[in-house]
């Protein structure tokens, strides 16, 4: 029975196994356990599928060998996964580390600051404060005078 969708495990793999008389080498270990004897049908790489029996039909041997063929690239495609996750692994720990090492130098400034003497009382205008660009005004401004020397005009306005 064909199924829908293409498998997305190595389940498949299984299922060749049970359903034809085949073995798999891989690197030095034979799927299923046991002798490795027969005809080798095909290599992918370091795979290589032997047929034990009577010589099976051009059609099984066309698809046994896509079925090879599809089955390296799988394998291949695994063995990058997890040398992109182990990547992955050793990145988060350097960043772990790396962090780590920026946060103490930076835990021990802040506490320097909480400790400092006035703490809690915010910066007096003038002190230096970054945040503080304000010039400082009167609340109630004044109305400019003549000047220094001058007479203050009178009530009318008049000197």
């Known amino acids: ?22 073995r798999l080498s891989f690197r030095g270990q034979v799927l ?17 599928l032997y047929w034990e029996g009577p010589p099976p039909a051009k059609e099984v041997q066309e698809a046994l060998g896509l079925l090879l063929r599809a089955f390296a690239q799988v394998l291949a495609l695994r063995e990058r996964e997890l040398a992109l ?18 946060k103490n130098p930076l835990m021990s400034v802040l506490g320097a600051l909480e400790n400092r003497p006035g703490r809690g009382k915010p910066f007096p205008r003038g002190s230096g404060d970054p ?15 003549p000047g220094p020397g001058l007479p203050a005009p009178g009530p009318g306005g008049a000197a």
């Open 1 to 22: 029975m064909l199924r829908p969708h293409p498998p997305t495990d190595l389940a498949f793999l299984a299922d060749l196994l049970r359903r034809y008389p085949v």
């Open 32 to 48: 299923p356990e046991g002798p490795l004897r027969g005809e080798k049908l095909g290599q992918e790489g370091d795979l290589a």
């Open 85 to 102: 996750l182990k990547a992955q692994e050793e990145t988060a720990r350097l960043l772990g580390l790396l962090l780590h090492e920026i």
């Open 131 to 145: 945040g503080d660009r304000r010039k400082e005004r009167p609340a109630h401004p004044e109305p400019p005078g």
